[in-house]
C-alpha cells in the first residue's frame, strides 16, 4: 500500500545550519505531497506542498522538490533558527483523498 | 486562518469507561473530518473519514465498535472509545477539510490515559 518513509531524528543543528529532512514514498498513481510541522503545544500545520513532478513547495525559507524519478520530497532550508524548532511530518494524499504520514523527524536548533 | 478546536486535550480515565473526544471546525464548514491515531515515535495512523451526515468509512484494522464516530453537523465530529482498556491509551488528533482537494487543518491532539 502507499506508504511515507522519512528520517529517524532526532535531529540537532546549530543556529544557522543547513538543514535537510529525508522523505521518500511509496504510492500508485502520482499522489500530492506535503510537509506539516508540529510546534511544542500545537496542532500540525501545512507548511509546503506539491502537488506533481518537478514542483518545487515553498514557505518560510523551507523548500521541497517532487522527484517523481527518486520517489521523494526532501525538505531543506539553507539556514535554521531556534524558532524551527519542531516535528516535521512528510505526507502523500492519495487520488481518494486519504492523507498518510511519515513518523515524523523532531528537529532541535540550538543557540 | 481555519482554526480546529479539540476538546478534552487530555484526559484520564478507568478501564471500562467510555469517553468522548470533540473536535469542532470554528470558521469554517468541515464536510470532512479525519480522526488520527498517534502512538509515541510513531506516524499518525489514520483510522475513520466521517463525512457530514454519514457513517463514518473505518479503516482497516479499526473497530467500528469500539470507537464510534458521529460527524452530525458541518462544524462538529465526536470519538467515542467505548470500553476503554489500556491499550486504547495513545494520541488522538482530529482534522478537518472543507473540500476533497483542500489543506487539512488539525486540532491540538488529545491525550487519553486508561488506567
Known amino acids: 500500500g502507499d506508504s511515507v518513509t522519512q528520517m529517524e531524528g532526532p535531529v540537532t543543528l546549530s543556529e544557522e545550519a543547513f538543514l535537510t529532512i529525508n522523505c521518500t514514498y511509496t504510492?500508485?498513481?502520482?499522489?500530492?505531497l506535503f510537509w506539516y510541522v508540529q510546534y511544542p503545544g500545537e496542532g500540525l500545520q501545512l507548511l509546503l506542498k506539491a502537488t506533481k513532478a518537478d514542483d518545487k513547495g515553498s514557505n518560510k525559507g523551507f523548500e521541497a522538490t517532487y522527484r517523481k524519478e527518486t520517489t521523494s520530497f526532501h525538505l531543506e532550508k539553507g539556514s535554521v533558527q531556534v524558532s524551527d524548532s519542531a516535528v516535521y511530518f512528510c505526507a502523500l494524499r492519495t487520488g481518494g483523498f486519504k492523507t498518510i504520514f511519515g513518523a515524523g523527524t523532531r528537529l532541535f536548533v540550538k543557540a | 486562518g481555519a482554526v480546529v478546536s479539540q476538546h478534552p486535550s487530555w484526559v484520564i480515565c478507568k478501564s471500562g469507561t467510555s469517553v468522548k473526544i470533540e473536535c469542532r471546525s470554528l470558521d469554517f464548514q468541515a464536510t470532512t473530518m479525519f480522526w488520527y491515531r498517534q502512538f509515541p515515535k510513531q506516524s499518525l495512523m489514520l483510522m475513520a473519514t466521517?463525512?457530514?451526515?454519514?457513517?463514518?468509512?473505518?479503516e482497516q484494522g479499526v473497530e467500528k465498535d469500539k470507537f464510534l464516530i458521529n460527524h452530525a453537523s458541518l462544524t462538529l465530529s465526536t470519538l467515542t472509545v467505548t470500553s476503554a482498556h489500556p491499550e486504547d491509551s495513545s494520541f488522538y488528533i482530529c482534522?478537518?477539510?472543507?473540500?476533497?482537494?483542500?489543506?487539512?487543518?488539525f486540532g491540538n491532539g488529545t491525550r487519553l490515559t486508561v488506567t
Open positions: 482534522s478537518a477539510r472543507t473540500e476533497a482537494d483542500s489543506p487539512l487543518h
Open positions: 466521517s463525512n457530514e451526515g454519514s457513517k463514518a468509512t473505518y
Open positions: 504510492a500508485t498513481g502520482y499522489p500530492s
